[in-house]
């Protein structure tokens, strides 16, 4: 009888799903189907999906592969495949990264979302991911950040009792926090431990992170002799002569990474590197804050994925009705359990939660002249940025080393750098091609 009982449940679950389903009152519903882009279905359906089927039962979705733009080719290439599959497809509901978002809304594929959601959905987000989402739409508002995401420094606890050593604080500066790191005993505890060991890497994410840029807006004009840029040169000159961050030289990994392994005082890491910690059982205690700064107003913000609508979608009013409901607080609310990522939405427990260890994020701005001098940069053409980066990288490496004075070393990339603009041909420095 039980069989019996649960083949009938069966039948009639099909039977709604190939004919519509139907209310307690008998009446009809009419199932409508919505074509989505994500990374493939098993993406789409763990992380939203699911939740989407059992708050709007008369949805299915049509899931397009976004994994096979990527199968080969250029990141040119990639981008082009892109715009081609959208075109194709025309999916109706896309889940993006930043930089495919950036790459269709500037090709005008994303539909306006202001005239579809209105500002509640907009006015419950982060306000730093609100103004990244102005930035990259030119003012307008063609996508909804689901998550974002944003760099931390990261500390060990048991070694700062250790040595006596304060705890650092989110009142630092990029000196202060120098001179902190220095305090540890060469030799046998790390200051600080780099994940990008680089010391031509370190100095541009200190600067840019100051509001200082090697490269003019009108990216005409390489500067960087100037007194901002030498200051943090001596500032990293320091670190590594003192030997307190590591050695660009020494390979490190996940496996052999000297912060977990307990054997340097901070690192610097995203929110997916909290989620590592949070899941191995290290035998010291550790802490997260932002990075030190003169504007604490501020921080790295990123999108790591932006919902948009297709521009002809004939499905935009059901696919803004996802939209609101997946930024709303019970999805929101819902999604944080998972750990999978950090809200963009004021929704999450950590925007209203003041011990929570991200609440400081919540209360920040985006650095958008750090992400203008990025972007700016990676217009420029490729033979460029291969030839100034690998000069940048060889003589920062010598002026940390005392091979070349400071000032002479950043006057030296200056004139590198200037030399090269002058032989970029017009149009290529002005659309910012890939020759």
């Known amino acids: 009888m039980k069989a019996l009982n649960v083949w009938i449940v069966l039948v009639a679950f099909l039977l709604a799903g190939c004919a519509g389903t139907r209310t307690g009152q008998g009446q009809a519903v009419e199932i409508e189907r919505l074509k989505v882009l994500d990374w493939d279905s098993d993406s789409f359906y763990s992380r939203y999906g699911n939740y989407f089927l059992y708050e709007f039962p008369q949805i299915r979705f049509e899931v397009v592969p976004l994994k096979q733009v990527y199968a080969s080719g250029s990141p040119p290439e990639q981008e082009q495949e892109l715009a081609r599959l959208v075109a194709s497809e025309k999916p109706d509901l896309m889940f993006l990264n930043r930089m495919q978002y950036q790459t269709l809304q500037a090709n005008g594929d994303l539909f306006p979302l202001k005239s579809l959601l209105g500002d509640r959905v907009f006015e419950s987000l982060h306000k730093g991911v609100f103004e990244l989402l102005k930035f990259y739409g030119g003012d307008e508002l063609y996508g909804v950040a689901a998550s974002m995401n944003s760099s931390f420094l990261f500390y060990n606890r048991d070694l700062f009792d250790r040595y006596g050593i304060r705890l650092p604080d989110d009142q630092m500066d990029w000196e202060q926090f120098a001179w902190l790191a220095m305090r540890f005993p060469a030799g046998r505890t790390l200051g600080l431990y780099s994940p990008s060991p680089e010391p031509s890497s370190f100095l541009t994410n200190i600067g840019v992170s100051e509001g200082l840029s090697y490269l003019s807006p009108d990216k005409s004009k390489v500067t960087m002799n100037t007194d901002g840029w030498a200051e943090f040169a001596e500032l990293l000159k320091s670190l590594y002569a003192g030997k307190t961050v590591n050695a660009w030289e020494t390979p490190y990994s996940r496996e052999n990474h000297p912060f977990l ?31 030190p700064g003169s504007d604490r107003t501020r921080s790295a ?33 819902m999604l944080e359990r998972t750990k999978a990522s950090l809200s963009a939405s004021l929704h999450a427990s950590a925007a209203a939660d003041a011990a929570h260890p991200f609440h400081f994020l919540y209360g920040r701005n985006a650095n958008l002249d750090a992400i203008a001098s990025y972007m700016n940069v990676s217009e420029m053409p490729d033979a460029f940025n291969a030839e100034f980066s690998a000069f940048y990288e060889d003589t920062i490496r010598k002026i940390v080393q005392d091979q070349v004075g400071v000032r002479d070393g950043l006057a030296e990339i200056e004139k590198f750098g200037n030399a090269l603009i002058a032989n970029i041909p017009e149009p290529a420095l002005d659309a910012g091609v890939r020759p």
């Open 261 to 291: 392994n307990g054997e340097a005082a901070m690192t610097f890491g995203d929110y997916g590197f909290y989620r590592l910690l949070e899941e191995r059982n290290l035998p010291f205690a550790w802490g997260v804050m932002p990075l």
């Open 301 to 333: 913000i990123d999108l790591e994925q932006v919902v948009s609508v297709y521009k002809d979608s004939e499905k935009a009013e059901t696919a803004a009705k996802l939209i609101e409901y997946m930024t709303g607080e019970k999805m929101t609310r």
